[in-house]
T-cell receptor, first 115, second 109 residues
Framework: DGGITQSPKYLFRKEGQNVTLSCEQNLNHDAMYWYRQDPGQGLRLIYYSQIVNDFQKGDIAEGYSVSREKKESFPLTVTSAQKNPTAFYLC??????????????FGSGTQLSVL | SQQGEEDPQALSIQEGENATMNCSYKTSINNLQWYRQNSGRGLVHLILIRSNEREKHSGRLRVTLDTSKKSSSLLITASRAADTASYFC?????????FGKGTRLHILP
């Protein structure tokens, strides 16, 4: 089955700890995205990548880092600099049309909580 | 920065009625998309409308786009209990996709 896989589904972070959220896709999509969703809120863009070895900051990149070493993988690290990391994190991918990003495919999300 | 803003924030209707949600945005766009999210899950793409289109249909969904007013509407006809979810509009001003805060739709039996 083609799709996006996020893991783990639940993650707990201790004070001062870095944690990494995994995102893998087998849709052969060039573009991948990380969004953060707080309860009852919309999605805010953290980072996105249009191509391997290249990525851009979104609206709330501070305290997060990413890498894009392979087309199918786009892991997100929540660093200790992110003081309020508790949220639902969503990874997505898309093909790219002539006139901008097309339909997004989402993973099932990772709920990150602070111990 | 939040590009799109949905209205209303929450909507409760009786099963069988039609539901209308609106989205306003700030800058010019290449396309606009609507997504559905069930509680605790990822988003699912519903429909995409391009900047040169004015209306689009898909099953019980009808989307309109007015680029002069920078607004879009999503109509769900003959609502069902399974339509209970949050609905988000997403705008594509360039190479990224920006979401609004969503409309929470509750279908009453």
């Amino acid at each position: 089955d083609g799709g996006i896989t996020q893991s783990p589904k639940y993650l707990f972070r201790k004070e001062g700890q870095n944690v990494t959220l995994s995102c893998e896709q087998n849709l052969n999509h060039d573009a991948m995205y990380w969004y953060r969703q707080d309860p009852g809120q919309g999605l805010r863009l953290i980072y996105y990548s249009q191509i391997v070895n290249d990525f851009q900051k979104g609206d709330i990149a501070e305290g997060y880092s990413v890498s894009r070493e392979k087309k199918e993988s786009f892991p997100l690290t929540v660093t200790s600099a992110q003081k309020n990391p508790t949220a639902f994190y969503l990874c997505a991918s898309s093909g790219t049309g002539v006139a901008g990003a097309e339909k997004l495919f989402f993973g099932s999300g990772t709920q990150l909580s602070v111990l | 920065s939040q590009q799109g803003e949905e209205d209303p924030q929450a909507l409760s209707i009786q099963e069988g009625e039609n539901a209308t949600m609106n989205c306003s945005y700030k800058t010019s766009i290449n396309n606009l998309q609507w997504y559905r999210q069930n509680s605790g899950r990822g988003l699912v793409h519903l429909i995409l409308i391009r900047s040169n289109e004015r209306e689009k249909h898909s099953g019980r969904l009808r989307v309109t786009l007015d680029t002069s007013k920078k607004s879009s509407s999503l109509l769900i006809t003959a609502s069902r209990a399974a339509d209970t979810a949050s609905y988000f509009c997403a705008t594509v001003p360039d190479d990224k996709i920006i979401f609004g805060k969503g409309t929470r739709l509750h279908i009453l039996p």
